[in-house]
């Protein structure tokens, strides 16, 4: 499905670009008076088909449909149309207003036999002397599951022409391709929720009931550093277990992940040591939620518990240009490199470490492309250092949305 949607993207992404240089071009030759006609069709259909575009992105309803319907109408040339869901009218614009409840009976029959039809002027069967409507052409919107999900009804002032037919199907068509987008980007937002969903119940079980420990253990003889724990814990959980946003930004980051190593070197002590150095300029940066505190995490419990003696763990973040490039780095046991292109199931102990490493990385390529992906370097005995690379600016990614 991703490879779908950033396809499907690119494409609307091309449209967009070409409208504004086929526009750039008909305003230079325009002044000269040497813009063609074809010229101007091509922009007119552009234009009007990118005004369509953005309602029909956010679903089929009756809001979106209100804003699109009259540039659809344009677009087929029709006297009237109509867009309707599975069962009710949404909206309609020009002509055929008394003729609702008929349209909405051919538009559920069309969208139970995914089937486009014609109406003849026979079939409409109206009382009134001066309707104008001599026909309508009825096509299914078909969804990304290849079933409708609703139909587009072009209203016809005389006898339905083939190349009415046409230009309704083909519409439909279009339009069609715009909700399946639409329900492809909802699909990614469920995903990635549900994916933050799944790092925070590995996160739980295995940091609360050591976190808990640690602080029971100073109850007695230091109850003013249990109960500055106790404070850390509640500011981490709060962080971790918030309801709203996707993204955050480095700073939120990097503070809760500065409460993460508090608790643990209550628990570590002298064992744990951490170095930090962090650009100042790329605190602001937006970076999907919970994707750096996993790696550090995973680099105290898979890196430093197994390993005897001192550990140290180094977190980086380094202004790159347009750019900002993080490292987790930690000197303990490593792992095996097969691990990385194995099945979660197969990897034994490495499981967690393997599925969070995962997560991160299916999140990244999400928001920011393929080519922002996690790079592991690792070995058994070698340690492991995790490197990933954010824009500093992409569309769609904002702190707290």
């Not at 992105?57 to 087929?76: D, E, I, Q």
């Not at 149309?81 to 909405?104: K, S």
């Not at 180094?314 to 097969?338: K, N, Q, S, W, Y």
Request: charged content about 20%; some cysteine; hydrophobic content about 45%.
């Amino acid at each position: 499905m991703g490879g779908n949607l950033s396809a499907a993207v690119a494409v609307v992404a091309l449209v967009s670009a070409l409208t504004a240089a086929l526009w750039a071009v008909l305003r230079l030759r325009g002044r000269r008076g040497i813009a063609t006609a074809t010229q101007r069709a091509t922009y007119d259909v552009l234009h009007t088909a990118g005004l369509a575009a953005e309602p029909l992105r956010t679903g089929l309803s009756a809001a979106g449909a209100a804003k699109a319907v009259r540039h659809l109408r344009t677009l087929v040339g029709a006297a009237g149309l109509a867009l309707l869901d599975r069962t009710e009218l949404l909206a309609l614009d020009g002509r055929g207003g008394h003729h609702a409840e008929q349209f909405r009976a051919a538009a559920g029959r069309a969208v139970a036999a995914n089937r486009s039809t014609v109406l003849r002027e026979s079939e409409l069967h109206c009382n009134r002397v001066d309707c104008p409507v001599r026909g309508a052409v009825v096509a299914p919107l078909t969804g990304p599951d290849g079933w409708p999900v609703g139909a587009l009804v072009a209203i016809a002032d005389d006898q339905p022409a083939p190349g009415l037919v046409q230009a309704t199907l083909e519409t439909a068509h279009w339009a069609g391709t715009q909700l399946a987008l639409a329900e492809l980007d909802s699909s990614r937002e469920r995903l990635a929720r549900a994916e933050v969903r799944a790092l925070r119940a590995q996160i739980s079980p295995h940091f609360i009931y050591n976190a808990l420990t640690a602080i029971a253990s100073f109850v007695r003889t230091d109850p003013e550093r249990a109960r500055e724990l106790i404070l850390e814990f509640a500011e981490f959980t709060r962080y971790s277990f918030r309801a709203h946003g996707e993204f955050t930004t480095l700073a939120e980051e990097l503070r809760s992940i500065d409460r993460y190593l508090t608790i643990e070197r209550a628990r570590f002590g002298d064992r744990l040591q951490v170095h930090l150095l962090i650009a100042p300029e790329v605190l602001p940066v937006s970076l999907p939620f919970l994707c750096l505190q996993p790696l550090v995490e995973n680099a105290v419990r898979h890196g430093l518990s197994r390993k005897p003696g001192t550990g140290t763990i180094r977190i980086e973040a380094r202004d790159a240009g347009a750019e900002c490039h993080l490292t987790v780095e930690d000197d303990g046991v490593g792992m095996d490199p097969a691990v990385l292109v194995s099945e979660p199931a197969d990897v034994g102990d490495d499981a967690g470490q393997h599925v969070g490493l995962s997560n991160v990385d299916d999140r990244l390529r999400s928001a920011f492309g393929d080519q922002f992906g996690l790079v592991v370097e690792t070995g058994l005995g070698a340690g492991t250092k995790v490197s990933m690379r954010v824009p500093k600016f992409h569309p769609g990614v904002r702190a707290g949305s």
